[in-house]
C-alpha cells in the first residue's frame, strides 16, 4: 500500500507540474482528490485492511491528500501569476512611442483675408451682413440705378436664371451691391455695413478670371456724410491691412450708383510705390471702385436724400488674397486642392 500510494504521488507531482491553466488544473484536481478521485477511492477501501493497518494507511493518506493540495495551490498561484504578467505585457504602454498627429484643418487664404478685413471694419463700428446670391434684377441692377440697356445686364455678362418672375427677372448677382437696397430697405440711416460673398459672372475661366468671385461691399449712410469720410475711412483700412506708410489715391470713374465715383488705388505694399511685379511696374494697385450714393438710390430705398449722405466701396476678395499671398493663378483659390492649402 505504501509504495502504491508513493507511485501516486511521484505521478501527481509530474501531472500538476504539466498543467499550464486552471482548467487543466482543476481536472487535476478532481482526479485525484474529487469524489471519484484515487485517493478518495483508497480511503473507501480501508474497511478491507484490517483494524491495525487502518490508522497507518489513514495517515499516510490524508498526508498525501495535504501534500497534493500543496502542490495543487503552489501550482495554480504560479499560473495566474503567468497570467497575470502576460496580461500586463500586453496592456503595457510604451511612452517613447511618437504620437499619431490628429489632421488638423486650416483656414482657406480667402477666408483669411476676409477674417482680417472684418476685423478691421468691426473695430471701427461696421457690422457684417450677408444676402442672397440668387438675386431679382430689381436689387441687382435697377434699384442701383442701372438702366434697363446697360451693357452689365447683357446675357454676357450675367446669368439670368429665369425670366418675368413676378414680373422680374432673376438673375445670379453679379456684385454684392443689391444688398446695399436690402440694408437700406430694411434699416433706417444710420448705417454702417460690410458685405461680403460671393458673386457670378458669365466669364471664362483663366490666370485671372473665374465665373465666381468674392467681393466685399461697404455702405455708410448717415446725415453729413462726405466723400472726406470715405477717404478717411479708406486710408484707414489700408493701413491696418498693409502698413502705416500705405496711402491712398482717389481716380475719377463712372459707377451709376454712386455721383461722384471713384477708383481707389493703393500704394504697392511690396515695393512702397517704387514699380514692382505686384504692381506691374506702376507703383499702384487698383483697390476698391467707390463713391457717393447716388440720391436717386437713396430716395428708391425711401431714404430722403436731403437729410442723408452716404458713401459705397466695392473691392474684390481673390484679388487681394492672390497679391498678399503670391498666389499666380485664381483657379488656385477654388480647386481645394489640399497640397495648395496647406501652405498658408
Ligand atoms: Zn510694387
Same mark, same amino acid.
Given at each position: 500500500?505504501?509504495?502504491?500510494?508513493?507511485?501516486?504521488?511521484?505521478?501527481?507531482?509530474?501531472?500538476?507540474?504539466?498543467?499550464?491553466?486552471?482548467?487543466?488544473?482543476?481536472?487535476? *484536481?478532481?482526479?485525484?482528490? &474529487? =469524489?471519484?478521485?484515487? $485517493? +478518495?477511492?483508497? #480511503?473507501?477501501?480501508?474497511? %478491507?485492511?484490517?483494524? !491495525?493497518?487502518?490508522?497507518?494507511?489513514?495517515?499516510?493518506?490524508?498526508?498525501?491528500?495535504?501534500?497534493?493540495?500543496?502542490?495543487?495551490?503552489?501550482?495554480?498561484?504560479?499560473?495566474?501569476?503567468?497570467?497575470?504578467?502576460?496580461?500586463?505585457?500586453?496592456?503595457?504602454?510604451?511612452?517613447?512611442?511618437?504620437? *499619431?498627429?490628429?489632421?488638423? &484643418? =486650416?483656414?482657406?487664404? $480667402? +477666408?483669411?483675408? #476676409?477674417?482680417?478685413?472684418? %476685423?478691421?471694419?468691426? !473695430?471701427?463700428?461696421?457690422?457684417?451682413?450677408?444676402?442672397?446670391?440668387?438675386?431679382?434684377?430689381?436689387?441687382?441692377?435697377?434699384?442701383?440705378?442701372?438702366?434697363?440697356?446697360?451693357?452689365?445686364?447683357?446675357?454676357?455678362?450675367?446669368?439670368?436664371?429665369?425670366?418675368?418672375?413676378?414680373?422680374?427677372?432673376?438673375?445670379?448677382?453679379?456684385?454684392?451691391?443689391?444688398?446695399?437696397?436690402?440694408?437700406?430697405?430694411?434699416?433706417?440711416?444710420?448705417?454702417?455695413?460690410?458685405?461680403?460673398?460671393?458673386?457670378?459672372?458669365?466669364?471664362?475661366?483663366?490666370?485671372?478670371?473665374?465665373?465666381?468671385?468674392?467681393?466685399?461691399?461697404?455702405?455708410?449712410?448717415?446725415?453729413?456724410?462726405?466723400?472726406?469720410?470715405?477717404?478717411?475711412?479708406?486710408?484707414?483700412?489700408?493701413?491696418?491691412?498693409?502698413?502705416?506708410?500705405?496711402?491712398?489715391?482717389?481716380?475719377?470713374?463712372?459707377?451709376?450708383?454712386?455721383?461722384?465715383?471713384?477708383?481707389?488705388?493703393?500704394?504697392?505694399?511690396?515695393?512702397?510705390?517704387?514699380?514692382?511685379?505686384?504692381?506691374?511696374?506702376?507703383?499702384?494697385?487698383?483697390?476698391?471702385?467707390?463713391?457717393?450714393?447716388?440720391?436717386?438710390?437713396?430716395?428708391?430705398?425711401?431714404?430722403?436724400?436731403?437729410?442723408?449722405?452716404?458713401?459705397?466701396?466695392?473691392?474684390?476678395?481673390?484679388?487681394?488674397?492672390?497679391?498678399?499671398?503670391?498666389?499666380?493663378?485664381?483657379?488656385?483659390?477654388?480647386?481645394?486642392?489640399?497640397?495648395?492649402?496647406?501652405?498658408?
Amino acid at each position: 500500500m505504501k509504495s502504491k500510494l508513493e507511485s501516486i504521488k511521484g505521478k501527481a507531482v509530474r501531472e500538476v507540474k504539466a498543467c499550464t491553466d486552471l482548467k487543466e488544473l482543476d481536472n487535476f *484536481r478532481i482526479k485525484y482528490l &474529487g =469524489k471519484k478521485g484515487e $485517493l +478518495t477511492a483508497i #480511503l473507501r477501501s480501508m474497511g %478491507e485492511l484490517s483494524p !491495525g493497518e487502518r490508522p497507518v494507511v489513514g495517515k499516510l493518506v490524508n498526508e498525501l491528500k495535504d501534500y497534493i493540495e500543496d502542490v495543487l495551490a503552489k501550482q495554480k498561484e504560479m499560473i495566474e501569476k503567468t497570467a497575470r504578467e502576460e496580461r500586463l505585457k500586453k496592456e503595457s504602454l510604451d511612452v517613447t512611442v511618437p504620437g *499619431r498627429k490628429p489632421l488638423r &484643418g =486650416k483656414r482657406h487664404p $480667402l +477666408t483669411k483675408t #476676409l477674417d482680417e478685413i472684418k %476685423e478691421i471694419f468691426l !473695430g471701427l463700428g461696421f457690422s457684417v451682413v450677408e444676402g442672397p446670391e440668387i438675386e431679382y434684377a430689381y436689387y441687382n441692377f435697377t434699384a442701383l440705378n442701372i438702366p434697363e440697356e446697360h451693357p452689365a445686364r447683357d446675357l454676357q455678362d450675367t446669368f439670368y436664371i429665369s425670366s418675368a418672375v413676378e414680373n422680374d427677372d432673376i438673375v445670379l448677382r453679379t456684385q454684392t451691391s443689391p444688398m446695399q437696397i436690402r440694408t437700406m430697405e430694411r434699416q433706417k440711416p444710420p448705417i454702417r455695413v460690410i458685405v461680403p460673398g460671393k458673386v457670378y459672372r458669365s466669364d471664362d475661366v483663366d490666370a485671372t478670371h473665374s465665373p465666381v468671385f468674392h467681393q466685399i461691399e461697404g455702405l455708410v449712410v448717415d446725415k453729413g456724410i462726405t466723400l472726406g469720410d470715405l477717404k478717411g475711412t479708406f486710408d484707414l483700412f489700408v493701413k491696418q491691412l498693409y502698413g502705416e506708410d500705405v496711402v491712398t489715391k482717389f481716380r475719377p470713374h463712372h459707377f451709376p450708383f454712386t455721383e461722384p465715383s471713384a477708383e481707389i488705388d493703393v500704394m504697392c505694399y511690396m515695393c512702397k510705390g517704387e514699380g514692382c511685379r505686384v504692381c506691374k511696374g506702376s507703383g499702384w494697385i487698383e483697390l476698391s471702385g467707390a463713391g457717393m450714393v447716388h440720391p436717386r438710390v437713396l430716395e428708391r430705398c425711401g431714404i430722403d436724400s436731403r437729410e442723408y449722405t452716404g458713401w459705397a466701396f466695392g473691392m474684390g476678395l481673390d484679388r487681394i488674397t492672390t497679391r498678399k499671398y503670391g498666389i499666380e493663378d485664381l483657379r488656385l483659390l477654388f480647386e481645394n486642392d489640399i497640397r495648395f492649402l496647406r501652405q498658408f
